[in-house]
C-alpha cells in the first residue's frame, strides 16, 4: 500500500502545478490509472477491524509483546503506536476521497476531466 500511495503522490505532485498558478490540471488519467492498485486498499478496510481486534488481544495475552510495545513507544516517543499505523491506510483512503472531491468542486464544466 505504501508503494502505491508513493507512487500516486508522485504523478500527481509531477502534474499538479503550485499553488497560485490558476489552472486546474488534467488528474483523472492518473486515477484512473491507480484505480485497480487502490483496489488493494479495499481488501485491508475490509480487515481492518479483525487485524486490530487480533493485536488488542494479543496485546492482552502476551505480556512480553506488550511490554516490547511500551519500551518501543518510550524510547521512540516521536513515533506513533501501532494501532496508529494500522489506521494509517483506512485514514489515507477517505483523504484520497476529500482530495478528488475538492479537486471537482474547483474544476470548471468544460475540463478535460
Avoid: W
Wanted: neutral net charge.
Amino acid at each position: 500500500l505504501l508503494l502505491i500511495a508513493d507512487g500516486l503522490l508522485k504523478k500527481l505532485s509531477e502534474r499538479i502545478p503550485t499553488e497560485g498558478e490558476g489552472e486546474v490540471p488534467k488528474v483523472g488519467d492518473i486515477m484512473c490509472n491507480f484505480a485497480t492498485p487502490l483496489k488493494l486498499y479495499e481488501k485491508y478496510v475490509k480487515h481492518f477491524e479483525r487485524a486490530a481486534h487480533f493485536l488488542a488481544e494479543k496485546r492482552e495475552s502476551n505480556k512480553a509483546l506488550e511490554e516490547f510495545l511500551l519500551k518501543t513507544k518510550q524510547h521512540t516517543p516521536s513515533l506513533f503506536d501501532l494501532e496508529s499505523y494500522l489506521i494509517m491506510p483506512v485514514q489515507r483512503i477517505v483523504r484520497y476521497k476529500m482530495l478528488l472531491e475538492k479537486i471537482l468542486l474547483h474544476t470548471p464544466p468544460a475540463h478535460p476531466d
